[in-house]
């Protein structure tokens, strides 16, 4: 079996998460302390307590993310032996999450991670005013036929596929009239679902603009290692281990589409077949599905999905 890991994105934050790591794993511990010391903030009391309006967040959701991630590749490593080096061939995170690809690989310290999503939250939110931008799932359109709703229902305004999630589950993003039209037009078109996505900005759209530029003077600040494995980036949905490159590529990826389904498939062309969900949540696991069904998902998440893990290996 040739695995990938593949690390969440926002949306799959929970109050509570990263607690029973926590509460089982010392080295799951010294993770959460890292991050809290990088951020100068007690960010692990918000993930175990929340309030989870608080969590949500996007400077505290992803830099949370990023954190239970890398405690679960932590245990994994101090526990049970795991290697990334050795028990995977390459590394893929959505959106934020492939900055915790990168920190689990050895590209950032965590500290560094921590920081860098911080700011790329901050930035993200303070890029366009509430209300101005908005999001909205399409759900049964394939991507080709969402990027053109999306242009049609731009009219001068942005309006652009801003994720390619999984086989007819496209995400747009762009200025509030303009996705209110995509989603009307969608339903024209035959879109099972259309509906606004409760986010506080437009993601991955260029009203981003703002935001990758201060991640560009943000990242070229940072020391940053080939990692090792390589990982498979959003923008191109095509591997990379050249740290400038990679650079360059999570600055582009803060307007840039989320090519997910893509990056699935280019996996399964390079051999993969296991594909193994490090951090919060299920969402990625259930995309594989979606996606191909002669593919594996498995998540890691808790002790119980550790064990479980490990054991099978």
Same mark, same amino acid.
């Given at each position: ?47 175990? +307590? @929340? ?8 400077? #505290? ?10 405690? /679960? ?24 999450? +492939? =900055? ?32 101005? @931008? ?8 394939? =991507? ?16 652009? %596929?801003? #994720?390619? #999630? ?28 259309? /509906?606004?996505?409760? /986010? ?15 991640? +560009?003077? %943000?990242? @070229? ?11 498979? %980036? ?9 740290? +400038? ?8 990826? /803060? ?10 498939? =280019? ?33 890691? #998440? ?12």
């Amino acid at each position: 079996m040739t695995r990938a890991l593949v690390f969440p994105g926002q949306g799959s934050q929970a109050v509570g998460m990263g607690k029973e790591l926590a509460d089982a794993f010392p080295v799951a511990r010294e993770v959460f302390q890292e991050v809290d010391d990088a951020l100068s903030q007690k960010l692990s009391a918000l993930m175990f +307590e @929340g309030p989870e309006n608080e969590l949500t967040l996007t400077e #505290n959701a992803q830099p949370a993310l990023m954190a239970v991630s890398l405690a /679960v590749t932590r245990v994994l490593e101090k526990e049970g032996g795991f290697t990334l080096t050795d028990k995977c061939d390459l590394v893929a995170g959505h959106s934020l999450g +492939e =900055y915790s690809a990168l920190a689990a690989a050895g590209t950032f310290a965590i500290s560094d991670a921590a920081r860098l999503l911080k700011i790329r939250g901050q930035a993200m939110q303070a890029a366009v005013p509430v209300g101005v @931008g908005a999001m909205a799932a399409l759900l049964g359109l394939d =991507y080709v036929d969402a990027v053109a709703v999306a242009e049609e229902a731009a009219q001068g305004e942005v309006c652009t %596929a801003a #994720n390619d #999630n999984a086989s007819g589950q496209v995400v747009v993003s762009g200025h509030k009239a303009a996705v209110e039209r995509a989603i009307e037009i969608a339903k024209e078109k035959g879109a099972k679902r259309a /509906v606004l996505l409760p /986010v506080s900005a437009p993601f991955h759209c260029a009203l981003m603009q703002p935001a990758a530029d201060r991640m +560009e003077e %943000a990242l @070229g600040a940072v020391t940053m290692n080939a990692p090792g494995k390589p990982v498979v %980036a959003n923008v191109t949905a095509e591997k990379t281990d050249d740290p +400038e490159t990679i650079r360059k590529l999570l600055v582009e990826q /803060v307007c840039g589409t989320v090519r997910w389904r893509e990056s699935v498939l =280019y996996m399964k062309e390079q051999g993969i077949t296991d594909l193994v969900e490090i951090g919060a949540g299920k969402v990625l696991t259930g995309m594989v599905r979606r996606i191909d069904r002669d593919l594996s998902g498995t998540a890691v #998440n808790g002790p119980a999905d550790i064990e479980a893990f490990l054991g099978a290996l």
